[in-house]
């Protein structure tokens, strides 16, 4: 694809459900990484992958949240029984260390 | 641990005129420093990144910072702005052994007719 894909792009969810968040990375990019954007904040950094190798998780903030790049292209953050404090804005990107190219995010919002 | 330090969460400035943003850094080691601009319902855009060569980096829409280690500063700016220009911007800073981006707060930037 031509950038980096995001899906959902909105997700409503009930407090204590789970939600599974998809990124496509440009096809051929070693590098991805996930952000959490708070309302009226910068992005955050959550985790990081090398092709499979999930090189650094230092960022995900509690055990219920999961990412896994099992083939080493397509990437899901997964967060188990949200918090309404898990309200933000997700974002993917890909690339290296020079340079990320960003995905538009997908906005998760827990009632 | 590095941080980034944006002074000023809105600047609004008059079309034509002057931009500047500011943006402050905090690291250990010599950094590798970006400004990424996001638009409503967007994700971010790179504008330009300082990676250890040049100190005055050009970017794309006009848009350039100059990078003064004596200052601990990469300020954006662009001589003279447009409409379009409207939108949240963020400096980014990042240790070159590492991947991953430390953000500053963001400045939303209005742009007045």
């Known amino acids: 694809g031509a950038g980096v894909s995001q899906s959902p792009r909105y997700k409503v969810a009930k407090r204590g459900q789970d939600v599974a968040l998809r990124c496509d990375p440009i096809s051929g990019h070693v590098s991805l990484f996930w952000y959490q954007q708070a309302l009226g904040q910068g992005p955050e950094f959550l985790t990081y992958f090398q092709n499979e190798a999930q090189l650094d998780k230092s960022g995900l903030p509690s055990d219920r949240f999961f990412a896994e790049r099992p083939e080493g292209s397509v990437s899901t953050l997964k967060i188990q029984r949200t918090q309404q404090e898990d309200s933000a804005v997700y974002l993917c990107?890909?690339?290296?260390?020079?340079?990320?190219?960003f995905g538009p995010g997908t906005r998760l919002t827990v009632l | 641990a590095q941080s980034v330090t944006q002074l000023g969460s809105h600047v609004s400035v008059s079309e034509g005129a002057l931009v500047l943003l500011r943006c402050n850094y905090s690291?250990?080691?010599?950094?590798?420093l970006f400004w990424y601009v996001q638009y409503p319902n967007q994700g971010l855009q790179l504008l330009l990144k300082y990676t250890s060569a040049a100190t005055l980096v050009k970017g794309i829409n006009g848009f350039e910072a100059e990078f003064k280690k004596s200052e601990t500063s990469f300020h954006l700016t662009k001589p003279s702005a447009h409409m379009s220009d409207a939108a949240e911007y963020f400096c980014?800073?990042?240790?070159?052994?590492?991947?991953?981006?430390?953000f500053g707060q963001g400045t939303r930037l209005t742009i007045n007719p």
């Open positions: 990107a890909s690339g290296g260390i020079n340079e990320q190219f």
């Open positions: 690291s250990s080691v010599p950094p590798y």
């Open positions: 980014a800073v990042s240790d070159p052994g590492a991947q991953k981006l430390v």
